[in-house]
Every structure is written in C-alpha cells, then in structure tokens.
C-alpha cells in the first residue's frame, strides 16, 4: 500500500520570504510520480510541479521546486519570493500505478503575509 | 485549457434522498476520477473508471457508486444519502498515461441534513 505524510499542517510566511513544506512517502514500486498540487480559497486544484521517480534532477517551476531524496522517500516543495497569491492548501500526491490514481496526504495550508 | 465542470458548487440534501453529482471533461481524457475531501484527511479516492462503462473502487467507495455512459461524463451517486457523507466532493480526469496530471473540477460542497 502507498501512503503519503505530511507532517505540517498549516505554515506562516511573509511575502518574498522563502518557505519549504515536506512530504514522505512510502511505496514498493520503482517507476512512479509526484506531484504537488495547490488548492487555494477558489477551490480549483492546481498542478504546481512533478517529478518522475527516474530522474535525479530536481523539478523547478519558476519560484516553485523540489527537493527530491529517493533513498529517504522525501519530495519536498520550496516557494521562493512568496506572494500573496500563493496563500493555499498544498497537497503532496503519489502516482504508481498505470491508472495514475494519486495516493494524497493530508494537506498543509500556507498562508502568506504581507 | 482541460474543463473539468461540476454540475453543482453547493448542494444541500436530505438524509436517505439518492443524490447525483455529475462531472463532464472536455478533453477526451480515459480516466476519470471520485475524491473526497475532509479536513485533515487531504483527498481520498471513491471510484474511478479508465474507459466508458468501466470503473474500480477507490479506497472509501462504501455507500457510493458511479455510472459513465458516455466517455465526457462520470457521475458520482448517493444510493441513500447520511449525515457522515456530507463532505467535498473532487472530480478530476486525466489521460491514461502515469506521468500525465490530473485535472480537478471546482468542487461539489456537500450537506447532508
């Protein structure tokens, strides 16, 4: 079975500070994905970035990237330069199966201040 | 852009009416996806189905089921609604490949009275 941790239920930052939400996971597959989602007031999920579990580099979107250690099962997400826009429920997700049905963790808010 | 529209935003039943949620995509995607969303609990799968007719239960399907008659189209159905399903509801779709997304809807808001 999959699961997916995230430790950190809601965290604070203020604008154009740096800010880093960590996931694990576990699974005993070796081909799989990652991928962080960004739910804000609206609702609208939103793909922020993904990773595939063969690649050794790290994903970047913009301010978005992550920090991924295969070994200890960690796929971290860092905002660079927060803005106000990017107050939201993140979500860490885990795809292994050729469905590509994700396995989510709890969810931790972020919210940014001014 | 993928739309992924939900029939309702808000929807307030009562207990024991059979309640339908219908999601339509418009990207001609195979997979088609049931979450639920409860504080604390991020998002859990109810059901799914990768093709018309086709569908799997998730890891919550218990007092649920689904129909897709038509590939664009996948609706979520109460048999007899309770207090415990009130919750958010999430359709997503996606293609059924496992390095593509998947695309969310805007939520279903769920009150079971």
């Known amino acids: 079975a999959q699961t997916v941790t995230q430790s950190q239920p809601e965290m604070s930052v203020q604008e154009a500070e740096t800010v880093t939400l960590s996931c694990t996971y576990d699974t005993s597959e070796n081909n799989y994905y990652l991928f962080w989602y960004k739910q804000p007031p609206s609702r609208q999920m939103i793909l922020v970035i993904r990773q595939e579990a063969y690649k050794q580099q790290n994903a970047t979107e913009n301010r978005f990237s992550v920090n991924f250690q295969k070994a200890a099962k960690s796929f971290s997400l860092k905002i660079s330069d927060s803005q106000l826009g990017d107050t939201a429920m993140y979500f860490c997700a885990l795809a292994t199966d050729s469905w590509g049905k994700l396995q989510f963790g709890a969810g931790t808010q972020v919210v940014v201040t001014p | 852009d993928v739309k992924v529209t939900q029939s309702s935003r808000y929807l307030v039943k009562r207990t024991g009416e059979k309640v339908f949620l219908e999601c339509v995509q418009d990207m001609d995607h195979e997979n088609m996806f049931w979450y639920r969303q409860d504080p604390g609990l991020g998002l859990r799968l109810i059901y799914f189905?990768?093709?018309?007719?086709?569908?799997e239960k998730g890891d919550i399907p218990e007092g649920y089921s689904v129909s897709r008659e038509k590939k664009e189209r996948f609706s979520l159905i109460l048999e007899s609604a309770s207090t415990n399903q009130t919750s958010m509801y999430l359709c997503?779709?996606?293609?059924?490949?496992?390095?593509?997304?998947?695309?969310f809807g805007d939520g279903t808001r769920l009150s079971i009275l």
């Open positions: 189905s990768y093709d018309v007719k086709m569908k």
């Open positions: 997503a779709s996606s293609f059924r490949v496992l390095r593509q997304p998947q695309h």
